[in-house]
């Protein structure tokens, strides 16, 4: 909950900056936006279009994000489809032994493959759930138990979904910072005109000023999360992983994914939303036998 509502108060910045820039530029003069505001009894002025535009758009994209078909397209444009053939065979024979072990019914969830080229699997949204193609020929059928019993966990603790609504509420503030990186490529083409640098510069820097402070805030909630909150819910993950029976599944798992991981720099470990596999190892030993 912290890092959304994070999350919100930064996009909700970018978007108001955004939005007085566009009225300084150009004022609003859209009839349905008047009638709204109107019958609303709300002031039609900059501020008050500024505020009203700005939390509309986050809070209906994150009411959205509830739906399926929302939850449906965020998984294909990460590149994730629907498994088939042995793919579909395989998947559903783990899902079903995970199932059986968390005693939740097999149809409360959706699979998905990947095309991302990583080691990984991953939660999408309530109910979905995707795993790379090189993860799912690399590992045989029982560590991959464990993998998948660890994104449930991630779906039963709504750790996903908490994550999945600030992806969503980001794209906007990632769209203005693109749209602000498309003015400042095309004011550099414009200031080699003679004499127009002079008024150009001034303006390309007041946007390149933005973009670096709009990217620094857009990466703020996450920097705090990483380090507060989403290793500990990695840790909840496991956890539940081994409190349905399927602790040393994983275990097996994250031993032979670590063994072709690189060696993290300090820097590199800093910024990861993961605990260090070898933790994580060594807390599932504690689990497992009973010491935590």
């Not at 590149?79 to 088939?84: A, L, M, Q, T």
């Not at 783990?94 to 199932?99: F, S, Y």
């Not at 790379?132 to 991630?154: D, F, K, S, W």
Request: charged content about 15%; glycine content about 6%.
């Amino acid at each position: 909950m912290v890092r959304l509502i994070l999350t919100f108060i930064v996009n909700f910045f970018i978007l108001a900056s955004f939005w007085m820039l566009v009225q300084f530029v150009h004022p609003l003069s859209w009839p349905f936006l008047q009638d709204t505001f109107r019958s609303l009894a709300i002031p039609y002025d900059v501020l008050h279009i500024t505020v009203v535009l700005s939390a509309a758009i986050l809070l209906v994209s994150c009411a959205l994000t509830r739906t399926a078909i929302m939850q449906m397209f965020v998984c294909w444009l990460t590149g994730c489809k629907r498994p088939v053939g042995e793919e579909a065979d395989k998947l559903e024979y783990i899902m079903a032994h995970v199932c059986r072990c968390s005693g939740i019914p097999r149809q409360d969830f959706k699979l998905y493959v990947s095309n991302m080229k990583a080691y990984n699997a991953f939660a999408v949204g309530n109910n979905h759930i995707a795993v790379t193609r090189p993860l799912l020929y690399q590992l045989a059928v029982r560590p991959l138990c464990g993998i998948l019993a660890h994104e449930m966990g991630h779906l039963v603790h709504g750790d996903s979904r908490i994550g999945y609504m600030c992806y969503v509420m980001s794209w906007f503030g990632n769209f203005v910072i693109r749209l602000y990186q498309w003015i400042i490529t095309v004011l550099n083409f414009l200031s080699f005109i003679p004499f127009a640098g002079i008024f150009l510069v001034p303006i390309t820097w007041f946007f390149l000023l933005q973009t670096y402070v709009f990217h620094f805030l857009l990466n703020l909630p996450l920097w705090f999360t990483n380090q507060f909150l989403s290793r500990r819910d990695e840790y909840a993950a496991d956890r539940y992983a081994c409190e349905i029976g399927l602790g040393r599944e994983l275990y097996e798992g994250l031993s032979l994914l670590s063994a072709g991981e690189r060696k993290q720099s300090f820097w590199q470990g800093f910024a990861s939303d993961h605990p260090g596999t070898h933790k994580r190892l060594e807390r599932i030993e504690r689990y497992l036998y009973g010491n935590e």
